[in-house]
């Protein structure tokens, strides 16, 4: 863990963006005055990972580069190592400004990049991963995932693809929920899965009844897996989440030390799950917020 400079702890200001990690917006939810930005906890888990003063650095020229509040910030952790994933909307699709050129663009001082995906195709949302070996030099970014709209059905959901320079294949398809108005399709979503071993399995260990007062719930069906996703919960929901899957200390006693000052955000978490063993095992999880 390296030390966290006091300057990345960002104070809220008159004219922040609040929104979700669709980029949803929101009204806070409480005083904004004294309380912190919800990029202060990105700062915290690169701290907490150690990560390279490199990775700073490009999720600076990031925010510089589009804007503050124009992208999302996801801290991953699998099998006890963090990663950041980086993801760049604009529902403008063919009219978009924030393309993956420009990102590239910003990107290319830091690290290579060969792909390339038409801006002729209307995707309103791609992203990217980042970590120390990349910022470092060690690596390229060999991967990016393209986000599509998927109308036609009653249910509103998304399909994402992954592109390497060996083309483009298909990955995830997600659905989403009002998670108050849509219990019984939620839980119906999430029972038909080519990943678990149904009946008998309990549904509240994978749509935890703690975070089932979350705003609006998405269930993705994965090629290795399955996720669930809670969207907007409050801050005690994002405590007890980093509780249930044991995070780093760190990680939680500053999150529970500045509960105060985060009080007035909403926050994005979700969890990867399949069958591991003959078990319901929790593979990947990660929590979210703006850059």
């Known amino acids: 863990m390296s030390p966290l400079d006091p300057a990345r702890m960002e104070m809220a200001a008159v004219g922040d963006r609040y929104a979700d990690y669709c980029l949803w917006d929101y009204e806070p939810v409480g005083p904004t005055a004294g309380r912190l930005r919800q990029v202060s906890l990105l700062w915290h888990s690169l701290a907490c990972a150690g990560a390279d003063p490199r990775l700073f650095a490009i999720c600076d020229a990031l925010r510089n580069g589009l804007g503050p509040g124009r992208s999302v910030w ?47 195709r209307p995707y309103f949302m791609f992203s990217l991963d980042l970590d120390d070996a990349l910022a470092r030099g060690e690596r390229g970014l060999e991967r990016l995932n393209i986000y599509v709209g998927n109308p036609g059905s009653s249910v509103s959901s998304g399909l994402s693809y992954g592109l390497t320079r060996d083309g ?36 509240d260990a994978i749509l935890w009844p703690d975070l089932m007062t979350c705003g609006v719930v998405v269930v993705a069906n994965k090629r290795l897996c399955d996720s669930v996703y809670f969207s907007r919960i409050g801050i005690d929901g994002l405590i007890a989440f980093l509780d249930r899957l044991a995070y780093p200390p760190a990680i939680r006693d500053f999150v529970r030390s500045e509960r105060r000052r985060l009080s007035h955000l909403l926050f994005d978490v979700g969890i990867d799950y399949a069958f591991v063993d003959g078990r319901l095992t929790v593979t990947k999880s990660a929590y979210y917020g703006l850059l």
Request: hydrophobic share 45%.
């Open 168 to 203: 483009l294949v298909f990955d995830n398809l997600y659905s989403f929920f009002d998670a108050a108005r849509e219990r019984d399709a939620i839980r119906a979503k999430t029972a038909c899965s080519a990943h678990l071993d149904m009946p008998g399995l309990d549904l």
């Open 74 to 120: 996801g801290a991953k952790r699998r099998d006890g190592v963090t990663t950041w994933e980086f993801y760049f909307y604009d529902y403008a699709r063919l009219d978009r400004t924030v393309s993956i050129e420009r990102v590239l663009g910003i990107l290319a001082p830091f690290v290579p990049c060969g792909l390339r995906y038409a801006g002729a």
